[in-house]
């Protein structure tokens, strides 16, 4: 059975693995389906994307992207999802700056992209794989979507958690306690789909 892979940028991917950046922020793409994009997963590994633009959209002082392997791809990260939802207020997405590295720019792009303002919001943990994923690269890998279906991840592979239980739990409180005033800014996300093959399924 396949794993799955979320597409996002080389630099968040980076962020997200270095414990800098807490949430995914997405709207989606023109190839996501009539319904749109949606957290599907709880758990799901990161599949870095490179395209040279995502340099200027970040907040990153001196930001490089990292070196892509030709014709392949290298998977260092997993994530499990602790919460989602849908922001549909734009000072509750300024709000969400520290949890993040994108620009405000950025941001305000996705929140308008389409007819309904607003943008979704994941609050993952993240682990890294020891030893990194190396698997070749396949056109079915591209266009315009979120997920992309991975082969089966090796049995054995080791899952290093970035951040310790007590900064992650705070991390998580701490979002949570900006949002919760702001509860008529949200909108519930659907709920995502059971483990898929080589991923264990996360606690709601």
């Known amino acids: ?6 597409k ?16 995914i922020l997405r709207k989606g793409g023109i190839a996501e389906g009539r319904a749109g994009f949606q957290f599907q997963h709880r758990e799901f590994l990161l599949f870095p994307t ?40 734009w000072e509750t997405a300024v709000a969400l700056e520290p949890f993040h590295i994108l620009t405000r720019e950025v941001v305000r792009e996705r929140f308008d992209y389409d007819e309904a303002p ?8 993240i682990f890294r794989l020891e030893p990194s994923w190396i698997l070749p690269d396949e056109k079915r890998y591209g266009g315009c979507r979120s997920w992309v279906d991975l082969p089966r991840l090796a049995d054995g592979a080791k899952r290093n958690a970035v951040l310790g239980e007590a900064e992650n739990a ?32 996360a606690a709601p």
């Open 170 to 201: 705070a991390r998580r409180e701490a979002l949570q306690s900006l949002l919760a005033p702001r509860r008529g800014a949200l909108q519930a996300a659907p709920s995502p789909s059971p483990k898929r093959g080589g991923l264990e399924s």
């Open 50 to 89: 490179f395209f040279h633009e995502q340099l200027g959209k970040t907040r990153l002082a001196d930001a490089q992207i990292p070196a892509q392997r030709a014709g392949e791809i290298e998977i260092r990260f997993f994530a499990r999802m602790e919460f989602a939802t849908v922001v549909t207020d």
């Open 1 to 6: 059975m396949e794993s799955v892979g979320f």
């Open 8 to 23: 996002e940028w080389a630099l968040v991917c980076e962020a997200l693995g270095r414990g800098e950046q807490s949430i």
């Open 118 to 125: 607003g943008i979704h919001l994941a609050f993952v943990r």
